[in-house]
């Protein structure tokens, strides 16, 4: 079984630091043979969570949608910038939809047992570090297996070339050994065959 990995940065600005680093850790998983889909939320705009509009309406499509794309992948790959010294609205509306159930469906079943890598990236000094323990408390408490290993860039509008690449190669191997661990630990949780490649990245 090959593990699967969906990646996402919560920031929807199209040319988001975050979404050119997420996009660099996937090919680390990639490499590492895992099947990667990548995912961003200006494609899957969501209501600011309103329980009232939960309770009139139901769930609404994109969440749906959204709930869908996490049940089916067994790894997240997170990257996010820091608004005020904690996680960006948008991340967080989208934890809580998904984290709302479905008649019959068992709580939190989108977060437990899932495993996940966070990284960051803003023009600040810390690379969005504050942000990223408070989206790191979030997921431990809903069920999600959060490694310890993760990556701040700091002085992000400096960082990457016009390809979207970290200009620093070693922050580059950095990026992309996040999505070679998240696969190796993946696979071995859920019993999948790791690729020969899983080791690409870990010299």
Same mark, same amino acid.
């Given at each position: 079984m090959t593990a699967k990995i969906l990646a996402f940065a %919560?920031?929807?600005?199209?040319? #988001?630091?975050?979404?050119?680093? =997420?996009? !660099? $850790? $996937?090919?680390?998983a990639k490499a590492a043979g895992a099947e990667v889909t990548y995912l961003d939320f200006r494609d899957l705009p969501l209501p600011l969570y309103?329980?009232?509009l939960e309770t009139a309406e139901g769930l609404p499509e994109n969440a749906l949608k959204l709930k869908?794309?996490?049940?089916?992948?067994?790894?997240?790959?997170?990257?996010?910038?820091?608004?005020? #010294?904690?996680?960006?609205?948008?991340?967080?509306?989208?934890?809580?939809?998904? #984290?709302?159930?479905?008649p019959g469906e068992p709580s939190l079943v989108c977060f437990k047992d899932k495993v996940a890598i966070l990284m960051g990236a803003s023009p600040g $000094?810390? %690379? %969005?570090?504050? %942000?990223?323990? @408070? *989206?790191? #408390? !979030?997921? /431990?408490?809903? /069920? *999600?297996?959060v490694l310890p290993d993760q990556k701040a860039i700091?002085?992000? @509008?400096?960082?990457f070339d016009e390809h979207g690449q970290l200009k620093d190669e070693l922050q580059q191997v950095a990026i992309a050994q996040? /999505?070679?661990?998240? =696969?190796?630990?993946?696979s071995l949780l859920n019993g999948s065959d790791i690729h020969r490649t899983?080791? =690409?990245?870990? @010299?």
């Open positions: %919560g920031s929807a600005r199209k040319d #988001s630091f975050n979404k050119k680093l =997420v996009k !660099i $850790a $996937a090919e680390g309103d329980e009232d869908a794309m996490m049940k089916a992948h067994q790894g997240f790959l997170i990257a996010c910038p820091e608004y005020n #010294s904690s996680i960006t609205p948008l991340l967080k509306n989208a934890i809580d939809w998904a #984290s709302r159930p479905e $000094a810390l %690379g %969005g570090l504050r %942000g990223l323990v @408070h *989206v790191r #408390s !979030i997921l /431990g408490n809903i /069920g *999600v297996l700091g002085n992000a @509008h400096q960082a996040l /999505g070679n661990k998240l =696969v190796t630990v993946t899983a080791k =690409v990245y870990c @010299h």
